[in-house]
T-cell receptor, first 112, second 113 residues
Framework: DQQVKQNSPSLSVQEGRISILNCDYTNSMFDYFLWYKKYPAEGPTFLISISSIKDKNEDGRFTVFLNKSAKHLSLHIVPSQPGDSAVYFCAASEWGAQKLVFGQGTRLTINP | SQTIHQWPATLVQPVGSPLSLECTVEGTSNPNLYWYRQAAGRGLQLLFYSVGIGQISSEVPQNLSASRPQDRQFILSSKKLLLSDSGFYLC????????????FGSGTQLSVL
C-alpha cells in the first residue's frame, strides 16, 4: 500500500524555468509534509516542509503547495538551476507518529 | 551542532556472509533513530526505527535485524546476506517531538554478490 506517490519518475526542465514536482497521498491522517533532495551516493537533505494548517510555504526559490481536499502537494523551484538536478522525495507523517513515509522519488534534470 | 556518522560508505559482500552497519549521532540525546533502504530505482523504504535504547520496531519482515545498544548508536545486522539485500542503506535521526524532520547520514552502498 503506497500511501505517498510520486507518479513522475523523471522531469526535465530548462535552466531558468520553473520546475514543478508533484506528490499525492492517500492517508487523510497525514498532517505534516516534507520535501527532500538527494544526490547520487549521498543521504537526502531536507528542503522544505509544510503543516496541514497551511496551504503554502516559501523558502527562497522553493515553494511547497498543499491541497488537502485533493490530497496533493507540489514543490515549485523558481528559477531552476543546474545544481537542482537531483532526485526529489516527498514525505508525510501523521501527528504524533514516529516515522515518515516517503514517495518513490522524481529525478529532476535541469538542462542548460 | 548535531552530526550523524554512518559507515562504511561502500561494502561488497558475498551471499551468505554476515552484515553489520553502524550509525552514531552526536550532539543530541535520546533521538529517534531510523534505518531506511533505497533499492535500485525505488523510493526510501523504512526498515527499522527506535525510540530508545533496546526498543526496536520493525516495519518490513526480512532478513535483517537492528539493535540500539547505546542512546546514540544504531546497528543494522544480518546473519546471512541475500542477493535481494543489495541497496543503499541510510541511517537517520529525528528529535522526539511531533512534526520534526529527519536528518540522514551519508549512506552505505551494499552490493551482495
Amino acid at each position: 500500500d503506497q500511501q505517498v506517490k510520486q507518479n513522475s519518475p523523471s522531469l526535465s526542465v530548462q535552466e531558468g524555468r520553473i520546475s514543478i514536482l508533484n506528490c499525492d497521498y492517500t492517508n487523510s491522517m497525514f498532517d505534516y509534509f516534507l520535501w527532500y533532495k538527494k544526490y547520487p551516493a549521498e543521504g537526502p537533505t531536507f528542503l522544505i516542509s509544510i503543516s496541514s494548517i497551511k496551504d503554502k510555504n516559501e523558502d527562497g526559490r522553493f515553494t511547497v503547495f498543499l491541497n488537502k481536499s485533493a490530497k496533493h502537494l507540489s514543490l515549485h523551484i523558481v528559477p531552476s538551476q543546474p545544481g537542482d538536478s537531483a532526485v526529489y522525495f516527498c514525505a508525510a507523517s501523521e501527528w504524533g507518529a514516529q516515522k515518515l513515509v516517503f514517495g518513490q522519488g522524481t529525478r529532476l534534470t535541469i538542462n542548460p | 551542532s548535531q552530526t550523524i556518522h554512518q559507515w562504511p560508505a561502500t561494502l561488497v559482500q558475498p551471499v551468505g556472509s554476515p552484515l553489520s552497519l553502524e550509525c552514531t549521532v552526536e550532539g543530541t540525546s535520546n533521538p529517534n533513530l531510523y534505518w531506511y533502504r533505497q533499492a535500485a530505482g525505488r523510493g526510501l523504504q523504512l526498515l527499522f526505527y527506535s525510540v530508545g535504547i533496546g526498543q526496536i520496531s520493525s516495519e518490513v519482515p526480512q532478513n535483517l535485524s537492528a539493535s540500539r545498544p547505546q542512546d546514540r548508536q544504531f546497528i543494522l545486522s544480518s546473519k546471512k546476506l541475500l542477493l535481494s539485500d543489495s541497496g543503499f542503506y541510510l541511517c537517520a535521526w529525528r528529535r522526539t517531538v511531533t512534526n520534526e524532520k529527519l536528518f540522514f547520514g551519508s549512506g552505505t552502498q551494499l552490493s551482495v554478490l
